[in-house]
């Protein structure tokens, strides 16, 4: 996958994970995007690892796993944070 699709990925996934997980990050939109990029990795990664899929392309469940990696990684930052 190139990487604009990951920029794509992590940008959707970034957004899904503030939606589903709303609250006062510092950093913004350009936290949300790193983050939700990093998840994609973590979840196509994790998800590699468990049998679940990972995150080859832009599809349904590429999202759905790189949005949850985007989740852990926005649940350890705001523990790190706190």
Same mark, same amino acid.
């Given at each position: +996958? !190139?990487?604009?699709?990951?920029?794509?990925? !992590?940008?959707?996934?970034?957004? &899904?994970?503030?939606?589903? +997980?709303?609250?006062?990050?510092?950093?913004? +939109?350009?936290?949300?995007?790193?983050?939700?990029?990093? #998840?994609?990795?973590?979840?196509?990664?994790?998800?590699?690892?468990?049998?679940?899929? %990972?995150?080859? !392309? *832009?599809?349904? #469940?590429?999202?759905? %796993?790189?949005?949850?990696?985007? &989740?852990?990684? *926005?649940?350890?930052?705001?523990?790190?944070?706190?």
């Amino acid at each position: +996958m !190139g990487i604009l699709s990951w920029i794509i990925l !992590g940008l959707l996934a970034g957004i &899904l994970a503030k939606w589903i +997980m709303p609250g006062k990050d510092g950093g913004g +939109m350009i936290v949300t995007i790193l983050l939700g990029i990093a #998840g994609a990795f973590v979840g196509g990664w994790v998800g590699s690892l468990i049998g679940l899929g %990972t995150t080859g !392309g *832009l599809s349904l #469940g590429s999202i759905v %796993t790189a949005t949850l990696g985007a &989740l852990l990684l *926005l649940f350890i930052f705001r523990k790190v944070k706190s």
